[in-house]
């Protein structure tokens, strides 16, 4: 069976907080109908979800089995690399005030847009990398905003593990998180080496430990949209899962 194509299309959306325009590609199921409501899928590097990891085929294919609820997706692409480090990454200058814009600016701002459920549990985040950090890191922030977060081989350093320790109210998040077995010795933004699989299965440990909603994967893969992309349908089958 044809695998049927939703509608993909622009907007831009002024950011008070970070004082810039932000742009947003957003996808309608070939289903949409304004007469039901939706889940939010926000995605991080938002560009690429739909170009590497076909994030519109995955919704349509899981929506057509009947694996997952009604979704709009929502992509933020990063402007370069630099853009991408400072908002994302726990030390960037406009870290903070991208969790505003998430939170305080973008959520208000499609739920007028759209019919959604307007609550917790109907928005998801998703990301890769430092796409993932940023995702958890909202979740972790504004637990009543974003219920849901997937991850693929996100950046955790000791700081956000003490968070995950902290976190009072892991009935809140229902989390996906994926990483690759190869994922030793990785080349980050800044020009370092890390180890990532470590502190992300320490992450896990913590995650199951606190008894989050959490479905957890390692796959046989290193850190790259080779082994992102067929963890993509699992990750949402999970995360957007009626």
Not at 80 to 96: A, L, Q
Not at 141 to 165: C, D, L, R, W
Not at 203 to 226: C, N, R
Request: charged share 20%; no cysteine; proline share 5%.
């Amino acid at each position: 069976m044809t695998t049927q194509r939703g509608t993909l299309f622009e907007q831009t959306l002024y950011s008070r907080e970070l004082q810039e325009d932000v742009t947003l590609l957003i996808y309608l199921p070939s289903t949409f109908s304004p007469l039901y409501k939706y889940s939010i899928l926000v995605a991080q590097d938002g560009k690429d979800y739909f170009m590497l990891g076909k994030i519109g085929r995955v919704i349509e294919e899981l929506l057509e089995d009947k694996k997952i609820d009604r979704t709009i997706v929502v992509g933020i692409p990063y402007k370069n690399v630099n853009d991408r480090y400072e908002k994302y990454h726990p030390n960037g200058k406009k870290h903070v005030a991208y969790l505003k814009f998430l939170a305080n600016e973008l959520v208000p701002y499609l739920d007028q847009q759209f019919p959604t459920y307007q609550m917790g549990m109907g928005r998801a985040l998703i990301g890769d990398s430092l796409g993932g950090t940023v995702s958890l890191l909202a979740g972790l922030t504004y637990p009543h905003t974003f219920g849901k977060v997937t991850m693929q081989s996100p950046y955790i350093n000791e700081a956000m593990i003490e968070k995950i320790k902290h976190f009072p109210d892991p009935h809140l998040l229902k989390i996906y998180h994926s990483i690759g077995t190869e994922e030793t010795a990785v080349k980050t933004t800044d020009g370092n080496i890390r180890d990532f699989i470590s502190p992300n299965r320490q992450a896990h440990d913590i995650f199951v430990e606190k008894g989050f909603s959490y479905q957890y994967t390692e796959f046989h893969g290193d850190h790259s949209w080779t082994y992102w992309q067929p963890d993509v349908p699992r990750a949402l089958e999970y995360t957007l899962s009626m």
